[in-house]
């Protein structure tokens, strides 16, 4: 007797995977896409005495999520931002579009 399969309705998302290699790479342009993926903090003095200003990073953004060293999943729109921004520093990226369970 054949066993009966049973269909599963699953909502995916659709997400891009990036996946990038700094490793060989200057220390500025690595320190460049730190900065971005991680945010950064800058501290200046003023009048009132030392004040701290928080820039986010790409992983602060919804939907954006970090996965392993150097591989991040996102939207697609955050992904050609990303993408396009290591391709000016000339840094070897790939990017793999993938759905998820949502």
Known sequence: MK???TRVT?????RTLVSY????RRRTECSLVQQHVFGRTVSKMTHQG?????YPGL???AGVER????VLMMREE????????????????R???????G
């Open 10 to 14: 699953v909502t995916a998302l659709e």
């Open 50 to 54: 030392r004040k701290r200003y928080r």
């Open 59 to 61: 992983i602060a953004k």
């Open 21 to 24: 290699d700094v490793h060989a």
């Open 78 to 93: 955050e992904a050609e931002t990303f993408t396009r921004f290591l391709a000016e520093l000339k840094i070897p990226y």
């Open 95 to 101: 990017r793999e579009r993938i759905w998820v369970e």
């Open 67 to 70: 996965l392993g060293q150097s």
């Open 3 to 5: 066993e009966q399969e």
